[in-house]
């Protein structure tokens, strides 16, 4: 087994049902002896992983779409950030889903994503995703009032039918060669309350606060059994979450580099083959070369 798959397994949820978010603790940091030990790991993490996506382009056969969902301060920017330093960017998207605009509300709720999805070669990162469509959505009645859904449609089963259709639309990607990977960082509700207070007094972190964060902090246990039904409702083979243990910001980064790793090298990436024509091609484009002066 690779480093990179020992180390990202444990927190890999590819069966939901007896998942358990209390089961997993947001301050592990197992595996790691020291943090000069996860610095060179995250550093060899990089680089394999800017050797794959490298690969990934060239043969231009599958997608990769990583979901980062998380409550507010868990690290999602900074993991995102740190994680995809190494690779080119020519490869790669990034989309933040914030409050749908009117446009995005008068469609059905994948219809904003849906637009956004890594083409072939590409690695797509979705900064929040459809996933909040059962998350804060679900915890505050009014966003749904916003969605205009028909009376008859509006239910308690709604969010075992988002599960579904969100499950399908999953399955979907990937019989079509998208990979899906989604991470929720896992943050404890203390350690939260720290970086709050953190942004509050560093005038350089000032503007990452936003009051509306603290009321959301209120429906901490609504949001945690939300996440946790989602999770146990969505996790698959294909569609595997990891529920990153993020108070310890250098950990949570080491587990999501780690897990992309595994997940590109379970793909067998491989330059594309060279057939005879092109490199016969190739040849006699070299030999042009040679032949002229400058
Ligand atoms: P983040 O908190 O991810 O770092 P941000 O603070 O820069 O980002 P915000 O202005 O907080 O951005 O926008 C994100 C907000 O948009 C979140 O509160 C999120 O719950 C909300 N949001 C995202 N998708 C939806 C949706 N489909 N329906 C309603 N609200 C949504
Ligand atoms: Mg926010």
Redesign the pocket.
């Known amino acids: 087994m690779s480093w990179a798959s020992k180390l990202s397994k444990p927190y890999r949820i590819d069966h939901g049902k007896k998942f358990r978010l209390k089961d997993f603790d947001p301050g592990a940091t197992a595996q790691i002896r020291s943090k000069e030990h996860a610095k060179e790991l995250l550093e060899k993490g990089i680089a394999e992983m800017a050797d794959l996506q490298d690969k990934l382009y060239a043969q231009d056969r599958w997608a990769v779409l990583l979901i980062f969902q ?1 409550m ?2 868990a690290g ?2 900074g993991a995102i950030k740190h994680v995809m330093s190494g690779v080119n960017p020519q490869g790669c998207q990034v989309y ?5 605009s009117s446009e ?1 509300l008068n469609h059905d ?1 994948l219809w ?1 994503t849906s637009k956004c999805l890594p083409e072939r070669g590409h690695i797509g990162i979705f ?4 996933y ?2 059962v ?3 679900r915890v ?1 009645s009014d ?1 749904l009032k ?1 969605e205009r859904l028909p009376d008859g449609l509006v239910s308690k089963n709604m969010w075992g039918e988002r599960f579904e259709d969100i499950k399908n639309f999953e399955r979907y990607l990937s019989n079509n060669a998208v990979v899906v990977r989604k991470f929720f960082l896992n943050v404890s509700r203390a350690e939260q309350k720290r970086r709050f207070l953190e942004r509050l007094e560093t005038p350089e972190k000032n503007w ?1 606060f ?1 009051a ?2 603290v009321r ?1 902090r209120e429906c901490w246990n609504d949001y945690m059994i939300a996440y946790e039904e989602m999770i146990a409702a969505t996790a698959s083979p294909r569609s595997p979450w990891y529920v990153v243990p993020a108070d310890n910001k250098w950990y949570t980064r080491l587990v999501v580099a780690a897990a992309i790793v595994d997940t590109l090298q379970d793909l067998k990436l491989a330059y594309p083959n060279v057939d005879t024509e092109k490199r016969q091609q190739l040849q006699a484009a070299r030999a042009e070369l040679e032949k002229r002066k400058s």
């Open positions: 998380a507010d301060a999602k920017d933040s889903f914030k409050a749908p995005d709720f904003r900064n929040r995703s459809y909040e469509e998350l804060v959505v505050h966003i916003n990452k936003s509306a964060d959301e």
